[in-house]
């Protein structure tokens, strides 16, 4: 792979200062690798492009012509249930993974793979893919973390782009999964996991990245609106270290707990909704519109319930949320920093109890 050795580059020495009213970041020191900072050059660049946001078919196809016969090998695989589920949040490797790393290809075929996961993705969806990428970026900068790279994020796609038969996009990579499958039983955009660490960041462009943080701030408003004898009932004894049903756990649903949406007021409701929206807002508009119908119907939303623990403050360590519908699933966990104990680690699952996988499994 390119990025194994590093030749690193002196230069662009500064200190970002972040505005008052914004929370403290870490201070940083840039120094890109020539590869890093190619490949953030090209995300930054695929943010202005137009592309057909229902045209996902030849978006997937003129990705796959970029590719020479190896890498077409390494990329394009049957639609199985064993492909379809194997990802993961860890820092990515060829282990542990479908597809090939962006940084093992040409600039084309990055550029044609950033297309092909913009078309996939909303505006806000494809954002979120692209901050968590720079959050990769600033670790690998700033503390020499070669696990953890924007070139080591990798793209699958599973069965033949078609208009009518069911195929498979996975793109991943460390705190990043979308698992998009088109033509599937059901509209879908799940197993989807986001994390970011650390919460905050800037980079040399002097922009301060936060990338989940409008679910993050959803989860915080829903919890902080429960009065004391709410948060009794929707609290959870046990502590959670993680999510629960992240990769390698489909289907391992546990027991419903918390207090059910019914039980609070319309404005603890409308915070409800707006939490889970925000993850929701990854999908293409019409997949999103059918999710959002079937998560907001009234009978869906009856059988809802949220849940806490460790502490309702997610800036908190140990801090854990959870919103359990009879078919959305989301859970946030804050976890200490690994490098920035100061700096909130999250991890965040969104699943879908009927439509993980389109279904099709």
């Given at each position: 792979?390119?990025k194994?050795k590093?030749?690193w580059?002196?230069?662009l020495?500064m200190?970002?200062a972040?505005p008052?009213?914004?929370?403290?970041?870490?201070?940083?020191?840039k120094a890109?690798?020539?590869?890093?900072a190619s490949?953030?050059?090209?995300?930054?660049e695929?943010l202005h492009?137009e592309?057909?946001?229902?045209?996902?078919?030849s978006?997937?196809?003129?990705?796959?012509?970029?590719?020479?016969?190896?890498?077409?090998?390494?990329?394009?695989?049957?639609?199985?249930?064993?492909n379809?589920t194997?990802w993961?949040?860890l820092p990515?490797?060829?282990?542990?993974?479908?597809?090939?790393?962006?940084?093992d290809?040409s600039e084309?075929?990055?550029?044609?793979?950033?297309?092909?996961?913009?078309g996939?993705?909303?505006k806000e969806g494809y954002?979120?893919?692209t901050?968590?990428?720079?959050?990769?970026a600033?670790q690998?900068t700033?503390?020499?973390?070669e696990?953890l790279?924007?070139?080591?994020?990798f793209i699958?796609?599973?069965g033949?782009?078609?208009?009518?038969?069911?195929w498979?996009v996975q793109?991943?990579g460390?705190h990043l999964a979308?698992n998009?499958?088109?033509?599937g039983k059901?509209?879908?955009?799940?197993?989807q996991?986001t994390?970011v660490?650390p919460r905050e960041?800037?980079?040399?462009?002097?922009?301060?990245?936060r990338?989940?943080?409008?679910r993050i701030n959803?989860?915080?408003?829903m919890?902080?609106s429960?009065?004391?004898e709410?948060?009794?009932t929707?609290?959870?004894?046990?502590?959670?270290?993680?999510?629960?049903?992240?990769?390698g756990?489909?289907?391992?649903?546990?027991?419903?707990?918390?207090?059910?949406y019914?039980?609070?007021g319309?404005?603890?409701?409308?915070?409800v909704?707006?939490?889970?929206?925000?993850?929701i807002?990854?999908a293409p508009?019409?997949t999103?519109?059918e999710l959002?119908?079937?998560?907001?119907s009234?009978?869906?939303?009856?059988?809802?319930?949220?849940a806490?623990?460790?502490?309702t403050?997610?800036?908190e360590?140990?801090?854990?949320?959870?919103?359990d519908?009879?078919?959305?699933w989301?859970?946030?966990?804050?976890r200490e920093g690994d490098?920035?104990?100061?700096?909130?680690?999250y991890h965040t699952i969104?699943r879908?109890?009927?439509?993980?996988?389109g279904?099709?499994?």
């Amino acid at each position: 792979m390119r990025k194994i050795k590093l030749l690193w580059l002196a230069v662009l020495l500064m200190v970002v200062a972040v505005p008052a009213d914004t929370e403290a970041t870490v201070p940083i020191t840039k120094a890109q690798s020539e590869e890093t900072a190619s490949m953030l050059e090209w995300i930054n660049e695929s943010l202005h492009e137009e592309v057909e946001q229902e045209d996902q078919v030849s978006l997937a196809e003129n990705f796959l012509n970029s590719l020479n016969d190896e890498e077409r090998e390494a990329v394009h695989h049957e639609l199985t249930e064993e492909n379809a589920t194997t990802w993961t949040n860890l820092p990515a490797t060829y282990e542990n993974r479908n597809g090939i790393a962006l940084g093992d290809l040409s600039e084309e075929s990055v550029r044609e793979a950033l297309k092909l996961m913009k078309g996939a993705l909303s505006k806000e969806g494809y954002e979120t893919l692209t901050e968590i990428m720079k959050a990769d970026a600033f670790q690998h900068t700033e503390y020499n973390d070669e696990a953890l790279d924007p070139e080591l994020y990798f793209i699958a796609i599973l069965g033949s782009p078609s208009d009518k038969d069911p195929w498979m996009v996975q793109f991943s990579g460390h705190h990043l999964a979308e698992n998009l499958v088109f033509n599937g039983k059901e509209a879908s955009a799940t197993p989807q996991f986001t994390g970011v660490e650390p919460r905050e960041f800037s980079l040399w462009d002097n922009v301060t990245y936060r990338p989940i943080v409008e679910r993050i701030n959803g989860v915080d408003d829903m919890l902080q609106s429960l009065d004391r004898e709410q948060l009794e009932t929707a609290e959870i004894e046990e502590a959670f270290g993680d999510v629960l049903v992240g990769p390698g756990e489909d289907g391992d649903y546990p027991e419903t707990v918390g207090i059910p949406y019914a039980d609070l007021g319309n404005e603890q409701q409308t915070l409800v909704q707006n939490a889970i929206e925000t993850w929701i807002n990854d999908a293409p508009e019409q997949t999103k519109n059918e999710l959002l119908n079937a998560y907001f119907s009234d009978e869906a939303l009856k059988n809802t319930h949220i849940a806490w623990s460790g502490s309702t403050d997610v800036n908190e360590t140990g801090a854990y949320a959870r919103i359990d519908g009879p078919r959305v699933w989301i859970e946030v966990s804050s976890r200490e920093g690994d490098s920035h104990p100061d700096n909130p680690h999250y991890h965040t699952i969104w699943r879908d109890k009927v439509a993980d996988y389109g279904g099709v499994f």
